[in-house]
């Protein structure tokens, strides 16, 4: 079944069915019962779910913590840019093949770099798009949103028939099950309900570093094994809470 995309303003139905189309969604103007959805507003695009009235998810890459990493990340030295090699004068290609909400690709773009988001996730995709769209009508942003590029397709696929190879290339993929009791966010829960566990990591790991002209970075907790047993990452950089392996290529 079809995932369902609602609206129930006039005005905006071309643009829900052009975007139902787009995604093969199921479009309506009136909320399921008791499930997550779809909705667009002269807002944007938001997930919601039947009986909240927040959404879940909304992407927002000109406000709130997009704009506080973009003003105050910490430039190339933030642990993000140095992973990805970035140095005076020197912007990599990065495709970031699990684009998910799309803030470390957001980071990528401010830093200087292009970035090819690839995201198969029709859900996350249409967020995306949407995010994208709302972030390139803001004329002092320009730049950066040109920087960006959304594709919807399954990376593994897309780096295996692709000739232009990246060259960096960065995984997040959905970490793994925490043993601990406490609940992990909400967002995170409800990721992890739209794209599963990313059983195929270590798979699309091994793909990556066979098409990254310069280096693969995997963010990882802290604490977690590498994604693979071998190869072994050549270096890792942590931060406070999380970890980037990094395999270098060349």
Excluded at 144 to 165: C, G, M, N, V
């Amino acid at each position: 079944m079809a995932f369902p995309l609602i609206c129930d303003m006039a005005e905006l139905t071309p643009a829900a069915e052009i975007l139902a189309a787009r995604f093969q969604f199921d479009f309506g103007t009136s909320p399921p019962p008791d499930s997550i959805y779809l909705f667009l507003s002269s807002q944007g695009l938001e997930l919601r779910q039947s009986d909240q009235t927040t959404p879940l998810i909304y992407i927002d890459f000109v406000n709130g913590q997009a704009r506080h990493r973009r003003l105050y990340g910490g430039g190339r030295k933030q642990p993000l840019g140095r992973a990805i090699g970035l140095k005076s004068g020197t912007f990599p290609w990065v495709c970031d093949a699990t684009a998910g909400l799309g803030r470390d690709a957001f980071v990528f773009a401010c830093l200087g770099c292009t970035v090819m988001m690839v995201e198969r996730s029709p859900v996350l995709a249409a967020l995306l798009s949407d995010g994208l769209q709302r972030l390139a009508q803001q004329p002092e942003l320009t730049e950066i949103s040109q920087r960006l590029q959304l594709i919807h397709h399954d990376a593994a696929r897309w780096l295996t028939t692709t000739t232009d190879f990246p060259e960096v290339i960065y995984l997040d993929p959905m970490y793994p099950k925490r043993q601990k009791t406490a609940l992990v966010k909400k967002e995170m829960r409800t990721l992890q309900t739209l794209v599963g566990q990313d059983a195929d990591a270590s798979n699309l790991l091994q793909i990556a570093l066979q098409k990254a002209r310069n280096r693969v970075v995997v963010k990882r907790p802290k604490n977690a094994l590498p994604l693979l047993e071998s190869p072994a990452p050549h270096f890792s950089i942590a931060s406070e809470n999380t970890r980037f392996d990094v395999y270098l290529t060349v």
